[in-house]
């Protein structure tokens, strides 16, 4: 079995595990929407740095969140620096999340919850056109990625529908590589090597 093949073995696994476990906790614990941040069971669009995907979730015991999704950046191509840039990303996720002050009446308590998880990038590569001596070349960023999060929930919008903002990061695990000498570089500087893998985006969803 390939690498990729048993990744997604694994992620699946999770899945299965942690819906279990949202079953188990719908049963034992009685949870009050009125202090939630999370529905009882949703499905929504997502939209942010990552793309645009799906998303599905199911909350257990007092407390937690299981979600898991899909993501993808469309094949746009922009001009920078003069010279045409793509990004091919698509990836899925697990994500628990919690909200520390359960049960507190304030709206920050009712809404703030912190997530970790796990991603994984079927692709993640920058494609960059050359310029004079420079050949087009591409960069492919790590695919295995914890993650590390906070956002704020359960913001209503109108009826049944409702939203979800998160902040945070899809850490690398490996060092990003290059086809045409060290331009990996220029994906791990400054602000360049976080944008890769940072997380901020809005989903809207219908909970049930």
Same mark, same amino acid.
């Given at each position: 079995?390939?690498?990729?093949?048993?990744?997604?073995?694994?992620?699946?696994?999770?899945?299965?595990?942690?819906?279990?476990?949202?079953?188990?906790?719908?049963?034992?614990?009685?949870?009050?929407?009125?202090?939630? #941040?999370? @529905?009882?069971? &949703? =499905?929504?669009?997502?939209?942010?740095?990552?793309? !645009? *995907?799906?998303?599905?979730?199911?909350?257990?015991?007092?407390?937690?969140?299981?979600?898991?999704?899909?993501?993808?950046?469309?094949?746009?191509?922009?001009?920078?620096?003069?010279?045409?840039?793509?990004?091919?990303?698509?990836?899925?996720?697990?994500?628990?999340?919690?909200?520390?002050?359960?049960?507190?009446?304030?709206?920050?308590?009712?809404?703030?919850?912190?997530?970790?998880?796990?991603?994984?990038?079927?692709?993640?590569?920058?494609?960059?056109?050359?310029?004079? #001596?420079? @050949?087009?070349? &591409? =960069?492919?960023?790590?695919?295995?990625?914890?993650? !590390? *999060?906070?956002?704020?929930?359960?913001?209503?919008?109108?009826?049944?529908?409702?939203?979800?903002?998160?902040?945070?990061?899809?850490?690398?695990?490996?060092?990003?590589?290059?086809?045409?000498?060290?331009?990996?570089?220029?994906?791990?500087?400054?602000?360049?090597?976080?944008?890769?893998?940072?997380?901020?985006?809005?989903?809207?969803?219908?909970?049930?």
């Amino acid at each position: 079995m390939t690498m990729q093949g048993r990744l997604i073995k694994d992620f699946i696994w999770w899945m299965v595990i942690l819906a279990g476990m949202a079953w188990c906790g719908k049963v034992e614990a009685q949870v009050l929407p009125e202090y939630s #941040a999370f @529905p009882k069971t &949703s =499905v929504g669009l997502q939209l942010g740095t990552q793309g !645009i *995907g799906i998303q599905g979730t199911a909350s257990f015991l007092r407390a937690f969140n299981a979600r898991f999704g899909f993501n993808m950046v469309p094949g746009i191509t922009v001009l920078y620096n003069s010279r045409d840039l793509r990004l091919d990303r698509s990836s899925v996720y697990a994500i628990v999340d919690w909200q520390p002050r359960y049960g507190g009446g304030d709206w920050w308590s009712r809404k703030w919850f912190v997530s970790a998880g796990m991603g994984y990038y079927f692709s993640n590569t920058i494609y960059r056109e050359g310029i004079g #001596a420079t @050949p087009n070349y &591409s =960069v492919s960023m790590s695919k295995v990625r914890p993650y !590390i *999060g906070t956002g704020l929930g359960n913001i209503r919008v109108f009826n049944d529908i409702s939203m979800r903002a998160d902040f945070g990061f899809f850490i690398p695990t490996s060092a990003p590589t290059s086809t045409y000498e060290n331009k990996a570089n220029t994906i791990t500087n400054g602000l360049k090597g976080l944008l890769p893998g940072m997380n901020a985006g809005l989903t809207f969803y219908y909970h049930f």
